[in-house]
């Protein structure tokens, strides 16, 4: 069966640590939840209209959205509102956890904007475009280095984005946050991912930590804009 695909902005994002020893089943089911909820709220301060929205589909441990191509939702916006709106959201939600539920219930987001055709058969979305920004969010080196900052949300972009929107540094954004680090082979090509290092300064050395019971509870956080961030410390020997 053939089918006609159609232009679509691609966000996708993944919960961290999702199948960690001290997530419950219960536990996952209240993430979920708040994942759904954090993006929708996120698009409604972006202004995003439902209208201009495929049905969100479930991913299990993340979900993907499809914007439709209109004026009045430029790729830029999912930068600039949309991840802002949602690192936010995240960040206080984990500010006003316990220590002792900062351990099982800590979110933490992998996300993935790119943009491209798209197929729909009734069954679900497909296409090599899904396949780029899948094989982005599962990039091992995404995820080493997301789960090695502070940020509660990691980002990465296809080369699509970066050349059309971070390049030209619209409404803000700056492309020295973004540097080249993943590769990923779809269709027969190699496709290019930029990481976002803001927040990157600050990361954790995750390398003395043996479980999840001896997980810091206490968090640096970022430098007041004007002052000076700490300086990273020597990173560790290990191989990647």
């Known amino acids: 069966m053939k089918t006609t695909s159609v232009y679509r902005s691609i966000l996708a994002l993944d919960i961290q640590r999702s199948t960690g020893p001290l997530r419950t089943d219960p536990i996952r089911a209240e993430l979920r939840a708040l994942i759904y909820r954090f993006l929708d709220e996120a698009m409604d301060v972006a202004g995003i209209d439902r209208r201009h929205c495929d049905p969100l589909e479930d991913r299990g441990d993340g979900l993907l959205a499809l914007i439709h191509p209109v004026d009045s939702i430029p790729k830029v ?3 600039q509102r949309v991840v802002s709106e949602l690192t936010r959201k995240v960040r206080d939600y984990n500010a006003n956890l316990t220590v002792g539920d900062l351990i099982r219930r800590e979110l933490r987001l992998r996300v993935v904007v790119h943009a491209g055709e798209v197929h729909c058969d009734g069954k679900g979305y497909f296409g090599e475009d899904l ?3 899948f094989r982005l969010l599962d990039a091992p080196r995404f995820k080493r280095e997301s789960g090695k900052t ?10 699509t984005i970066y050349w059309s929107v971070v390049q030209h540094e619209y409404d803000g954004i ?4 973004f540097r080249p680090a993943v590769q990923v082979r779809v269709g027969g090509r190699r496709r290019q991912g930029f990481i976002c290092d803001l927040g990157g300064e600050l990361r954790l050395d995750l390398s003395r930590i043996r479980s ?3 997980w810091p509870v206490t968090w640096p956080r970022p430098s007041p804009r004007g002052s000076a961030a700490p300086s990273p410390g020597p990173r560790r020997g290990s191989r990647r």
């Open 212 to 214: 999840a019971e001896r």
């Open 77 to 79: 916006l999912l930068l």
């Open 174 to 177: 700056r492309r020295r946050h």
């Open 131 to 133: 396949d780029v920004a």
């Open 150 to 159: 502070i940020m509660p949300l990691g980002l990465i972009v296809s080369e």
